[in-house]
């Protein structure tokens, strides 16, 4: 079983910066994809970015055309976790982030589809003041 538990919500102004972590345990391996997803009230859940990682180094990351340029993703080394830094929040980010793992091989075409992912956090908020 694995488990994933997200952190660093919180409420900002438009402008601020946050960062999300996501500490995954469990029997991972050395290959594994973690993405991030978001949903708005009222409004379906939303690809944000993934981030393919192989022993250690990551294979790609890619960014959904809205946080392109604002929000980059960061792997630990010593730790299967991974990090969405968002820059530059617009309210229309406001949220609820959830992160997810695909264990094993995503092509990369597949990283946006929520169902290619095996596990799933709790989800953290994030709120954009204006």
């Known amino acids: 079983q694995v488990q994933l538990v997200e952190t660093g919500g919180g409420l900002v102004q438009a402008g601020g910066s946050l960062r999300l972590s996501c500490a995954a345990s469990?029997?991972?391996?050395?290959?594994?994809?973690m993405g991030w997803f978001r949903q708005a009230p009222g409004k379906e859940r939303e690809f944000v970015a993934a981030?393919?990682?192989?022993?250690?180094?990551?294979?790609?990351?890619n960014y959904t055309d809205s946080v392109q340029g604002r929000f980059t993703l960061s792997g630990d080394n010593a730790k299967t976790t991974v990090y969405l830094q968002m820059n530059s929040l617009k309210p229309e980010d406001t949220a609820v982030y959830s992160c997810?793992?695909?264990?094993?091989?995503?092509?990369?075409?597949?990283?946006?589809?929520?169902?290619?992912?095996?596990?799933w956090g709790q989800g953290t908020q994030v709120t954009v003041s204006s």
């Open positions: 997810a793992i695909r264990l094993g091989i995503l092509l990369y075409g597949n990283f946006g589809q929520r169902s290619a992912y095996n596990y």
């Open positions: 981030i393919r990682r192989v022993s250690g180094r990551t294979v790609y990351e």
């Open positions: 469990g029997r991972i391996g050395s290959d594994y994809t």
